[in-house]
């Protein structure tokens, strides 16, 4: 089946670093890529989306990349601050339903 | 001036019991979703409907019911509630043909003891 995977549970990083958060995905098909931020008693935010009709997407301070070749996706925060604390979650969306990955944990240190 | 609103942020509740969570969108969406989310924080969706029509239901059991009076709101009824269904229930919404503009709601934490 269609699944969404993430890399590690926990990164933990220092403020001021970068910190770089990896999903893998199995659905070949898949052809939109969503990364979400969920802080703790909140739901998903959006934080930036990916076609995959492209390789790279920059927004303010986060950068998505894609590789179709090894269904692979990741989320470059630069320079981390302690309000990117968050569980963050990449998802897809094979057929008008979006899919999660299963989140990874980012901790800023100050 | 919440966009996606869910009531109750918290529910706790014995096992046997049947509750309701209600969840309405002011963004004009036409589409709306359940999802749950469970102590790995690990998401995923439930029911899906659009404009009252039911158009995702996924495996979930049938003590869940969704019921939407208009495509302002879904809500959701859960009858014979069991432990395994402690978890946190997220509502979202969207236009659909837009694949961006999912809007999720705060969640409610269900508590089933």
């Known amino acids: 089946g269609e699944s969404v995977g993430l890399h590690l549970p926990t990164l933990s990083v220092q403020e001021g670093d970068n910190s770089i958060i990896n999903c893998a995905y199995s659905n070949s098909a898949s052809d939109y890529f969503i990364w979400y931020k969920q802080e703790s008693g909140k739901g998903p935010q959006f934080i930036i989306d990916?076609?995959?009709?492209?390789d790279k997407r920059q927004g303010q301070r986060v950068t998505v990349l894609l590789n179709k070749t090894v269904k692979h996706l990741s989320l470059q925060i630069a320079a981390t601050q302690p309000g990117d604390s968050a569980v963050y979650f990449c998802a897809e969306l094979p057929t008008g339903k979006l899919i999660f990955g299963q989140g990874t944990t980012l901790q800023v240190k100050p | 001036d919440t966009a996606v609103s869910q009531t109750p942020k918290y529910l706790v509740t014995q096992m046997g019991n049947d509750k309701s969570i209600k969840c309405e969108q002011n963004l004009g969406h036409d589409t709306m979703y359940w999802y749950k989310q469970d102590s790995k924080k690990f998401l995923k969706i439930m029911f899906s409907y659009n404009n009252k029509e039911l158009i995702i239901n996924e495996t979930v059991p049938n003590r869940f019911s969704p019921k939407s009076p208009d495509k302002a709101h879904l809500n959701l009824h859960i009858n014979s509630l069991e432990l395994g269904d402690s978890a946190v229930y997220f509502c979202?919404?969207?236009?659909?043909?837009?694949?961006?503009?999912?809007?999720f709601g705060s969640g409610t934490r269900l508590t089933v003891v």
């Open positions: 990916i076609r995959s009709n492209m």
């Open positions: 979202a919404s969207r236009n659909r043909g837009f694949d961006y503009g999912y809007t």
